[in-house]
């Protein structure tokens, strides 16, 4: 059975940081982009980063750029957001998601989401 477990998300003041994780499960993911969504109240669902779990290749929304990184350790069979900066924009739900090949726009897979709310 696949899982995609996320943790880490909290409430934190404008400016601060957070540390998401997916611990995935359940199948090998060599070959499978990685990556994260969030989706605020009111909002669709939106794109934030990716990565390639082969060979790390990562790409990332406009807005995030230059603050968030994402990282996998393919050891612990996780993925990694970090958020520095963090601003009332980038309250939402965060999910994790898997899609098989090199792009991430219909992900197969999914996490039950981890809450990031940025105080002002």
């Known amino acids: 059975q696949v899982q995609l477990v996320e943790s880490g998300g909290g409430l934190v003041q404008a400016g601060g940081s957070l540390r998401l994780s997916c611990a995935v499960s359940?199948?090998?993911?060599?070959?499978?982009?990685m990556g994260w969504f969030r989706q605020a109240p009111g909002k669709e669902r939106e794109f934030v980063a990716a990565?390639?779990?082969?060979?790390?290749?990562?790409n990332y929304r406009d807005s995030v750029k230059g603050r968030f990184t994402i990282s996998r350790d393919n050891v612990k069979n996780t993925v990694y957001l970090q958020m520095n900066s963090l601003g009332p924009d980038d309250t939402a739900v965060y999910y994790c998601a898997a899609q098989r090949g090199e792009k991430l726009i219909r992900p197969a897979y999914w996490g039950q989401g981890t809450q990031v709310t940025v105080s002002s």
């Open positions: 359940g199948r090998t993911f060599s070959s499978y982009r």
């Open positions: 990565i390639s779990w082969s060979d790390g290749n990562t």
